[in-house]
């Protein structure tokens, strides 16, 4: 995919930009607690009213997840596309321990592909909302190895949360599988006992990268999307499951459970030239940080140097000054035009 393509596919993100994401969506088929059939009269009109609600909250990534099946979300998936919301398939899951699991796929996957996942969980799509599947450990296997992203819902509340009624080595072995990243939180409850110890990784829990704490509770009215567990912010590159998967392993700095706060600060935003070595050229620039990669010869120190040039900054050291100073004169030449644009608070 071209540069200009991947931009315009991503709308706009030019590197890691923080963005909110529902990930635990219920169509308007779900058939449970305060099921939106319940308090709309059709399913464009829930679609619609949910739709809103996400572009007035910004919420730019949605995962549609409910239980046991994907056919509900066919047209949630449609009407979000057309908004320019990115909407992911996917389902929720029980697992054999007794516990809800969220199992969420790359935008674009059909309902064939998710169905087959229902049923390499050992249920056939569609079954009831309480039926049983295989175990958590077999399950983050399978859903992993097809791409998924896996996440242990509402981790803290009674009966239905990986942390509720589970202690010692059972406990300890979920938590210390190196496929789990994240675990979905409740705020509105009371944390489980073993749940501070950890999200802190402490013994026993101690593992080699620490988990993601994020917020994604059902959401079946456009309402729920305002309350505090409902939404997380994730700092991506693109608007995928894969840009989240590598969020949810760095969480330090890629995910929030509030919005971040951004420093207002000048940034620099792309380059471009006329004439000279790079004449047609632009390079989008990230506002934390950009990585110049390719092979000698290709233009890296040009474009550094002319980064320097049009901010009128001096290299520090006299071989780094000769080395400007050449490229200015030789690389860029007389008549080149060098346009910085700069976005200032």
Not at 108 to 120: D, R
Not at 129 to 144: I, P, R, Y
């Amino acid at each position: 995919m071209s540069l200009e393509r991947e931009i315009a596919a991503n709308r706009g993100l030019i590197g890691a930009r923080w963005i909110r994401a529902a990930l635990q969506v219920n169509p308007y088929g779900y058939q449970g607690r305060n099921s939106p059939s319940s308090r709309f009269k059709s399913e464009d009109d829930y679609n619609s009213a949910l739709l809103d609600k996400c572009q007035e909250l910004d919420v730019s990534i949605i995962a549609i997840t409910d239980h046991w099946t994907v056919d509900t979300a066919v047209g949630l998936i449609r009407s979000a596309e057309a908004r320019g919301i990115v909407a992911l398939p996917g389902f929720e899951a029980n697992t054999s321990e007794g516990f809800h699991v969220l199992v969420i796929f790359e935008s674009g996957s059909t309902p064939a592909m998710v169905n087959a996942a229902i049923g390499a969980c050992n249920v056939t799509p569609g079954c009831p909302n309480g039926t049983v599947g295989c175990s958590f450990k077999e399950m983050l296997e399978k859903m992993s190895q097809l791409g998924a992203l896996v996440v242990p819902a509402h981790v803290n509340v009674a009966n239905s949360g990986m942390l509720t009624g589970r202690q010692g080595t059972a406990l300890v072995n979920l938590i210390s599988d190196p496929l789990l990243h994240a675990l979905g939180v409740t705020p509105s409850v009371e944390a489980a006992q073993e749940q501070q110890a950890i999200v802190e990784g402490r013994k026993p829990f101690e593992r080699k990268h620490p988990l993601a704490i994020i917020h994604a509770d059902d959401v079946s009215h456009p309402d729920s999307l305002d309350t505090d567990g409902a939404t997380t912010w994730f700092k991506v590159s693109s608007l995928t499951v894969e840009s989240l998967k590598l969020a949810v392993r760095t969480p330090e700095t890629r995910v929030s459970v509030s919005r971040p706060e951004v420093e207002a600060r000048p940034l620099l935003k792309k380059i471009s030239w006329v004439g000279g070595f790079l004449d047609g050229v632009t390079i989008p620039l990230s506002s934390d940080l950009t990585a110049l990669i390719g092979g000698r010869g290709t233009g890296k120190s040009t474009a550094i140097e002319s980064i320097r040039f049009v901010l009128g900054l001096s290299p520090i050291g006299s071989a780094a000054k000769t080395d400007h100073s050449e490229i200015v004169s030789s690389v860029l030449r007389s008549g080149t035009v060098v346009r910085l644009e700069v976005e200032a608070p």
